[in-house]
């Protein structure tokens, strides 16, 4: 079945340090998406990308979806205190067909930031 | 602007005890969704719904059930509770998308289940 793979599983970083989180997937993807999640809290929607090679930015986030379209970054940039949680990519499940919005996560990046 | 709430946050079972796992949403969102968590293992999904009266397995549904009885409640229920369901549980919903364009998944706060 379709897999897909983050990594590293944890960052541990110096506040003003940079941060990237990879994500490979198995298969073509038609979109990927990211959520972060706080600690002890729920997934929130950061963004998503639909085309090949497509390159977003949120202030200090930069996302990235590979060429192929089984790839995709997260790259923060001087990263704060506010930006600890772990981060996860996520595809739509069914790779050929309708997949109803379920997303196939990967495991998950957990940044931490040491002021 | 209540979005997604689940309840209960917090619950410990014995083994062999069933509970049910309250969700409700209030956008009008088509799909939704229920999710377990496990430390490392990211978001894995039990079950889902396309609307009311359809729900459908996910990847990891043995030892649950849901029903879909209207469009903003999606309940998940534990029969026989066992160890390996100790986890958080995530439920989720969405509007439906157009093909490649899916929307952006909201999720409650989570439920942290203990079986012991």
């Known amino acids: 079945g379709q897999q897909v793979m983050q990594i590293p599983q944890y960052q541990h970083v110096q506040e003003g340090e940079d941060f990237t989180t990879y994500c490979n997937s198995s298969t073509t993807l038609s979109n990927i998406q990211w959520y972060k999640q706080r600690p002890g809290g729920h997934p929130v929607f950061l963004i998503q990308?639909?085309?090949?090679?497509e390159v977003k930015k949120q202030k200090r986030l930069t996302f990235q979806f590979g060429e192929a379209k089984k790839n995709s970054s997260l790259h923060i940039t001087a990263t704060q205190t506010t930006d600890v949680g772990t981060y996860f990519c996520?595809?739509?499940?069914?790779?050929?067909?309708?997949?109803?919005?379920?997303?196939?996560f990967g495991q998950g990046t957990i940044l931490t930031v040491h002021p | 602007n209540a979005g997604v709430t689940q309840t209960p946050k917090f619950r410990i079972l014995k083994i062999g005890q069933s509970m049910t796992l309250q969700c409700t949403q209030d956008?009008?969102?088509?799909?939704m969704y229920w999710y377990r968590q496990d430390p490392g293992m990211g978001l894995k999904l039990i079950y889902y719904?396309?609307?009311?009266?359809?729900?459908d397995k996910g990847e990891v549904p043995n030892g649950y059930n849901v029903s879909r009885s209207t469009t903003e409640d999606f309940p998940l229920r534990l029969e026989l509770a066992a160890p390996s369901q100790t986890s958080v549980y995530f439920c989720?919903?969405?509007?439906?998308?157009?093909?490649?364009?899916?929307?952006?998944?909201?999720f409650g706060q989570g439920t942290r289940l203990t079986v012991v």
């Open positions: 996520a595809g739509p499940a069914n790779a050929g067909g309708t997949s109803y919005g379920k997303l196939t």
């Open positions: 719904s396309v609307g009311a009266g359809i729900t």
């Open positions: 990308l639909v085309k090949s090679g």
């Open positions: 956008m009008n969102h088509n799909y």
């Open positions: 989720a919903s969405r509007l439906r998308g157009r093909a490649e364009r899916d929307t952006e998944a909201f």
